[in-house]
């Protein structure tokens, strides 16, 4: 059992007491499963859909994973022991390393109908920001949208909803305006969520670089100018996974003009880039090693580049 987490300051905003979790230990059977790579929709596209005039309202999902059923065959891999007696999941549980991939596809899945109505939404796992031009639209598609989350068995939790609609709220802790587009808590925003990591194939040297996963293909170069290019000068040739900036046509123009070849990575293929990999997993457990509160992981990117390439 551990305490949910409500992210920065949120319990505080909500007035929410702790509330205990209880995870599944299922590290042995995570070793077995292939966890496909995806990214979670969230605030980034909040400056994109939300318009000046909207009006938005709130719904979080009550137990989101626990109303996602198992199918038998699979019981057994997720019996655990407690207080002497023995239970088995029948429903998708925390700690199981393909439930968040598994979530987002469902609600993705939910959100197509919703697409299809014109409804703007934003999905970040189980709480959804709904967009609406007036407040008389805002209530024909809460009703819609009800009716459907129940019709799939989905339980709406009304005491962290917000679902009158308003000009103003607050989702995933950003204070939303709309009567003058302004989002407060612009932390948010500047706050990076994700790392470059470069080794130099020579000296075995690590660099790893902050960024934010919304910056172009352009302000990726920039990034690696400042940050590689001005220590290293110019590389010959660049071994890189097959990210869109990476291949973009700004991307690759440009290494054409400086003469430097871009040679794209395979999944799976150690000997193109196993390094880097093997760089990625020893940052990883690093950060979560030395990082005691997730949100201040960026503050110990210096120290952990330090331990990386001064361990004997």
Known sequence: MTPKQYGKGRREETGLREQLLLILDLRHVNSFLSVPRFRYEGFTRVPDLVQEGDWLFTIDLKSGYHHVDIHPAFWRFLGFSLQGQDYQFLSLPFGLATAPFMFTLLIKQISKRWHRRGIRLIPYVDDILFISATRAEALHNRSIIIADLAAVGFVVNFKKSQLAPAQSLKFLGLL????????????????????????????????????????????????????????????????????????????????????TRLQLSMPYHLQSDGQTERTNQIMEQLIRTTCTDPTQWEDALPLIKFACNNAP
């Open 176 to 259: 939303l305006d709309t009567r003058t587009t302004t989002f407060s808590n612009t932390w948010i925003f500047l706050m990076n969520d994700a790392i470059l990591v470069v080794v130099d194939r020579l000296t075995k040297m690590a660099h790893f670089t902050a960024y934010k996963t919304t910056i172009t293909a352009e302000q990726t170069a920039k990034l690696f100018l400042t940050n590689i290019v001005r220590l290293y000068d110019i590389p010959s040739a660049i071994i890189s996974d097959r990210d869109p900036w990476f291949t973009s046509n700004f991307w690759t123009k440009t290494l054409q003009q400086y003469g």
